[in-house]
């Protein structure tokens, strides 16, 4: 394999590791938050065990997101030199604006909220939580301005010698995706970490580890992925209508149309067939895909046919399909682990195990359908790195031999293998072994005094 290839595969083999950790703990920070709301508003035991773990929970995943971030700002030196040298303007700006705002604030913070509950007054310490919250929210807003301009660039002049120039930083930053993108990704974020709340309160009851805070964070995890995979199609079918104005190719190979069509069937499964352009033992249903993709029962799409330059359509296609099946999965189980918990009078105990085996296996369910979203967008907007604007295999480097980015994709691979793995046990130990006997809410209230 060439240069160009290893290094994407390297790419995305860093940021689908990195991924994992900021979809927890940007929603997660708020939960946290929450709980820690409710200490002060209660005085219950039960919401300061949730806030305890659910605080150290956070802290795991915020520390595995900084170390796996650290390593792809690397990779634009050694990999892709051509983005810092094209479209440094633009990139080095948003990614220094997310490290002055949002993690200064982070850090500065989560000092304070980790180990200052006994040390400074309940106001100060929910406000240190509230900032850690929303450097969270400002590190990915920042990150998906970046990506969005990449998606549907703006605000931007191009010189003689390929290097892009900032025209407008308001066009930059606010560019045309950016609201669609940023809602739909804290929405996946929201859902991710309400399963995370879910899939591990359903394993502290089937090993017998639970404790008074485990009805209370389930509950609040049901309620809210409820509500959420709502909004989440909602803002998920915006998306769609703004990709349809400004990546019409990326829409096609989604869909697998090959040809301009009107009206367009939706396809809900099959084989894409690049050589034939075709969809083999596909599952059409009529007038469908007009209606979602234009809101028209008759709407045109254009087809690959269209566009000279096109994704790989395999990969696009079936990467959306398995996000939409993963979101259909999350509505059935929260609309139902809802009613159920609700009829059983908000007692988890006495739900059925089939139901907590199902919840259980629903823990990390957000991460599959954050990882085949995220591979849509990336992959859908080939042979680009910036649409339209810098080409990907004018970014690669030129100087790395192709056995170097090979041997180090495979170091990549087996740290981060190691590491996801001791996340992933360090979870499970402490669901199982959770903190029955905090220190009350009321010594903490003479400790402050």
Known sequence: MDVSLLSRIQFAVNISFHI????ISIALSWFVVYF??????TGDEAWLQAYRFWTKVFAVTFAMGVVSGVTMSFQFGTNWP??????GNVAGPLLGYEVLTAFFLEAGFLGIMLFGRERVSQRVHMTASIVVAVGTLLSAFWI???????????????????????????????????PYRFSHKILA???????LLVGLSAWQILKKSANTATPKVMKTGLAVAAVAIVLQILAGDAHGLNTKEYQPAKLAAIEGVWHTEKPVPLTLIGWPNEAEQRTDYALKVPYLGSLILTHELEGEIKGLNEFADKPPVAPVFFGFRIMVGVGVLMLLVSWYGWFKLRKNRWQPHNLPRWLLYTF??????????????WYVTEIGRQPFLVQGVLRTSDAVTRIVP???????????????AAMLLSYLMVLKYMAEHPEHEPPGVKQLKQAEQ
Not at 150 to 159: E, L
């Open 20 to 23: 994992l950790f900021p979809v």
């Open 360 to 373: 259980a296996g629903m823990t990390f369910s957000g991460w599959v359908a954050t990882l085949a979203g």
């Open 189 to 195: 974020s929201v859902l991710t970490a309400s399963f």
């Open 82 to 87: 051509g983005f810092m040298e094209r479209a």
């Open 36 to 41: 820690r709301y409710k200490v002060g508003k």
């Open 402 to 416: 192709s056995g170097n980015v090979g041997l180090t994709l495979v170091m990549y691979l087996v740290l981060y």
């Open 144 to 178: 998906l301005a970046l990506n969005s301009w990449m998606q549907t660039p703006q605000g931007h002049w191009v010189d003689a010698e390929g290097v892009v120039h900032v025209k407008s930083w308001l066009d930059v930053i606010f560019s045309p995706s950016l």
